[in-house]
């Protein structure tokens, strides 16, 4: 869920930053004041997905942020543009699937969802009959959906302490340093009348 937004912030802010650069103007306007906004917004979401790789070796944020800066930037030139954004996303998505492979419950099911994904991006872009497009980009997109529904089931029924690296990922976000995540014996203390 996280991905989809900072897909759709990313997205639209480089598209803020192409869109200052076309329409330069000396006098700041209410389209400039936008613009700047969506520049602002393009920079934190980078800089967050920056700081997730560099500190955490995350790399899913920062390859959603680029294919998003890439995708905006199709707007310009959607030939070489999209295919770069398709090319560098599916160098990404091989990285990031060697890197989690032994933390995801259905690796191969993760990887083939993701390059069923970038093939809809090929399609949509790629393909001049704008009826067989729709078609076909439909058919993908269910059989997406239907992959990380089937990934969802088996992550939520997979027994974590069979496997040690989907273990040890779970228990990272079972510690005290996550704010969200409040234990209840800590609770119990906190409200005792002793205290």
């Known amino acids: 869920m996280f991905n989809f937004f ?20 000396s006098i700041l306007t209410l389209n400039g004041g936008f613009y700047i906004l969506g520049a602002i917004a393009f920079g934190v979401v980078l800089s967050e997905a920056c700081t997730s790789f560099f500190s955490e070796k995350k790399i899913n944020r920062l390859r959603v942020v680029l294919k998003a800066a890439l995708l905006a930037g199709g707007g310009l030139n959607p030939l070489y543009l999209a295919a770069t954004a398709i090319l560098v996303d599916a160098i990404l998505i091989i990285v990031e699937y060697n890197m989690r492979k032994k933390t995801l419950a259905c690796p191969t099911v993760w990887l083939i969802s993701n390059f069923i994904a970038l093939l809809c991006l090929a399609v949509y872009f790629f393909i001049p009959d704008s009826l067989l497009t729709l078609y076909l980009v439909m058919a993908l997109v269910g059989l997406v959906v239907a992959m990380e529904f089937y990934m969802f089931y088996c992550e939520k029924n997979v027994d ?8 040890e990922a779970y228990n990272m976000l079972s510690t005290e340093n996550h704010f969200w995540n409040i234990q209840p014996d800590k609770i119990e203390e906190k409200n005792s009348p002793n205290q």
């Open 6 to 25: 900072s897909f759709g912030l990313a997205f639209a802010g480089f598209s803020s930053i192409i869109g200052a650069f076309l329409n330069y103007s």
């Open 160 to 167: 974590v302490k069979d496997q040690p690296k989907v273990y």
